[in-house]
């Protein structure tokens, strides 16, 4: 079963004032990409320069703190494979593969990954290395113990964490993330992210899922979610 504690995420530490100007640089990245400064920040969080930069650092410290901020809304349920069973390992996985699709869609990760993307190579700075360390990188990170979970438990199978991952990585974006960054407007809509969050999940399953679990060989119909069709 699921654990009772709450999420793990690297936005526990902040405070509300702290997420409020982080939203801020969020919103700024949105409206002024490449630009975004310390200054505007500062005016646009009505906060002082001096405050950004004992609280981040300096502008990297402030990106990277944006880019948990924007990642930690990508909740992963920790759980406990000594009592797990395979609807609450579909469900957590689900609900990973749910938050992803919504946060990448959001205007706010689609200008973020247009400018860490600008960047890469061009000797600016480093924030595609930052993205991919506190975005894709700690996702995978906080979901692997899931599927190791599951697989002590007996309901996956596979060689290794990180290329489970990787597949489950993939049947969730699919082509969705590119789409995004080149400007197709996608509809997606809650009700087609838990769609796909579910159908990504049940492709997963289906790829990795054991033939046999703690009570006896599993049948297809056992990995289906216990939610309602959308």
């Given at each position: ?20 100007v ?7 990245l ?155 407007r ?12 579910a159908?990504?999940t ?29």
């Amino acid at each position: 079963m699921l654990q009772a504690n709450a999420d793990i995420d690297n936005s526990e530490g902040l405070t509300e004032r702290q997420k409020a100007v982080l939203d801020a640089a969020l919103r700024l990245l949105v409206e002024e990409g490449d630009h975004l400064t310390m200054t505007a920040v500062a005016r646009r969080a009505s906060c002082s320069k001096e405050t950004l930069y004992k609280w981040f650092g300096d502008r990297d410290g402030l990106l990277t703190a944006t880019v948990q901020w924007q990642a930690s809304k990508v909740r992963v349920a920790p759980v406990d494979g000594r009592g797990l069973d395979l609807a609450s390992l579909t469900a957590s996985l689900e609900r990973f593969a749910s938050d992803w699709l919504s946060v990448i869609s959001s205007d706010t990760s689609i200008a973020l990954n247009r400018v860490a993307v600008g960047h890469a190579g061009s000797g600016k700075d480093n924030l595609g290395a930052v993205v991919l360390e506190n975005g894709r990188f700690a996702l995978a990170k906080r979901l692997k113990p899931v599927l190791e979970a599951g697989r002590q438990a007996g309901f996956l199978d596979f060689p290794d964490a990180e290329t489970a991952f990787r597949t489950f990585f993939g049947l969730v974006a699919r082509d969705v993330q590119i789409r995004l960054l080149l400007g197709d407007r996608l509809e997606l809509t809650d009700a087609t992210i838990g769609g796909d969050a579910a159908r990504a999940t049940q492709q997963f399953l289906a790829l990795h899922g054991a033939k046999t679990g703690p009570q006896g060989p599993l049948e297809p119909d056992d990995f289906r979610s216990s939610r309602p069709e959308i």
